[in-house]
């Protein structure tokens, strides 16, 4: 596998193959950019098809960890890690103490947190091992909710721009993925009386959303050609390609998942098509925002930090259409100036 050569290969400073024969733990972790500070990203516990997709996921995820932490003004650089396995059914004490003794070898440079597959509870075994943890329970805890809260208030500020309403009232929002930033983006989105349209992989999770939100509840597949006024990812990546762009009857894109676009390009079709796109790591940054303050954790503080992802999308969307750009473009070019502006430091 030639890692220097892959497209998702972006300079990263530091790539960690994890291999722990007793525990059976197989992970990677990826350290892109530290100008701004620690490298500091989530965990993801996964049963990918291949290590390759695995590699590729982790160095697309920690890059956008990089750009994330940048445009949220956090002092912290960007870094990701992947353990590649069933989370229902493969999770062991062992495997996560072993896990945990090599994100300390890193000695500080890389922190990591929880991600899709991972909670608290296997966190804390991760601590066991390892100071450089975030979102513990008793501290800023699950970062689900303020990352919901934070996608909530971001749509706002995309249906601000695009439809000019201050409000949700009567939109039609189709969410993909019920996990826990799903679920609770759909009681932020009820309560302020937008009509769900929902799907995820668990039946339960749909049930779940019908039942509590008065959810539509939709196919896998047909989830893109739902005639609606924004379709919000919240599952896994990659949903926006070639394949599902076409189907898209939605004039907003605005969703928790990481890496929403397959490819850069795919920001330009969008833009093509009259779609806003909110870039992900900027609408989804409220997780990382909250275990910022996790020493004297303060939740009235991190929600306030929150709050600013309004306004950086609002500019965001504005020098859009002043640069005649895709938003995304927009978006990394900010990022990588802070960057840059940083190194050396």
């Known amino acids: 596998m030639a890692v220097f050569n892959l497209r998702a290969y972006d300079d990263h400073e530091e790539v960690v193959f994890c291999r722990d024969k007793e525990s059976g733990l197989r992970a990677i972790i990826c350290v892109h950019n530290t100008n701004l500070g620690p490298a500091v990203g989530g965990c993801r516990m996964w049963d990918y098809n291949s290590d390759e997709g695995a590699l590729i996921d982790a160095l697309r995820l ?10 949220a ?3 912290m650089g960007g870094g990701k890690s992947v353990i590649l396995g069933n989370s229902k059914t493969m999770k062991s004490e062992a495997l996560f103490h072993a896990f945990g003794r090599f994100v300390d070898s890193l000695g500080g440079k890389y922190i990591t947190a929880e991600d899709v597959g991972i909670n608290p509870a296997d966190m804390a075994l991760v601590h066991q091992e390892t100071p450089h943890v975030l979102g513990l329970e008793g501290k800023s805890g699950d970062p689900s909710p303020v990352t919901a809260y934070g996608v909530y208030t971001g749509m706002k500020a995309a249906v601000k721009h695009k439809l000019n309403r201050s409000s ?4 039609k929002v189709a969410v993909q993925g019920l996990g826990h930033v799903g679920y609770y983006l759909c009681k932020h989105l009820h309560d302020d009386g937008a009509e769900l349209m929902v799907t995820d992989i668990n039946k339960e999770s749909i049930d779940r959303a019908v039942t509590d939100f008065g959810a539509t509840a939709v196919d896998i597949d047909a989830i893109y ?3 609606v006024d924004i379709y919000a990812p919240c599952a896994l990546g990659a949903t926006l390609n070639d394949q599902t762009i076409p189907k898209l009857k939605a004039s907003i894109i605005a969703g928790a998942a990481n890496n929403q676009l397959a490819e850069d390009r795919h920001g330009v079709d969008l833009r093509k098509r009259g779609i806003l796109y909110t870039p992900d790591y900027v609408i989804n940054a409220g997780g990382i925002i909250n275990v910022s303050f996790e020493e004297n954790y303060n939740q009235e503080a991190a929600l306030k930090k929150v709050d600013e992802i309004y306004n950086t999308l609002l500019e965001v969307f504005h020098n859009s259409e002043i640069e005649d750009k895709p938003t995304n473009e927009v978006a990394d070019e900010v990022a990588r100036r802070r960057v840059e502006l940083a190194k050396g430091r």
């Open 62 to 71: 920690s890059r956008g960890m990089t750009y994330k932490n940048a445009m």
């Open 168 to 171: 949700l009232d009567g939109l």
């Open 225 to 227: 050609e739902q005639d």
């Open 73 to 75: 003004g956090l002092s």
